[in-house]
């Protein structure tokens, strides 16, 4: 059993910073790729920025020069640092781990419940 449990979401100024935490538990061996997703109201969820198990770092074109993406592996959290938010980054955010429990066995794909993440004056 694997958990993702996010955390730091909450209500910001536009032009403000947030950072997001996403802490893995349970049987976990290793992690490999994280990412972070977030679906704002009445839209699909959207990729937001990942990080693979080598630290290459990628982000949507929205997101780029302002959010960044990165991991404490001993720790096994990750975390998106967010700046100059704006009303259009609105959103639940979730994480997104590829995780492994066994490593004779496939990894899993976790994720966390949310947090959610408003920008408004």
């Known amino acids: 059993q694997v958990q993702l449990v996010e955390s730091g979401g909450g209500l910001v100024q536009p032009g403000g910073s947030l950072r997001l935490s996403c802490a893995a538990s349970?049987?976990?061996?290793?992690?490999?790729?994280v990412a972070w997703y977030r679906q704002a109201l009445g839209k699909q969820r959207e990729l937001v920025a990942t990080?693979?198990?080598?630290?290459?770092?990628h982000y949507a074109d929205s997101v780029k020069g302002r959010f960044t993406i990165s991991r404490d592996i001993a720790k096994k959290t990750m975390y998106l640092q967010m700046n100059s938010l704006n009303p259009e980054d609105t959103a639940v955010y979730y994480c997104?781990?590829?995780?492994?429990?066994?490593?004779?066995?496939?990894?899993?794909?976790?994720w966390g419940q949310g947090t959610l993440v408003t920008v408004s004056s």
């Open positions: 997104n781990a590829d995780v492994v429990s066994d490593p004779l066995r496939p990894s899993l794909d976790a």
């Open positions: 349970g049987r976990i061996f290793s992690i490999h790729a």
């Open positions: 990080i693979t198990g080598g630290g290459e770092t």
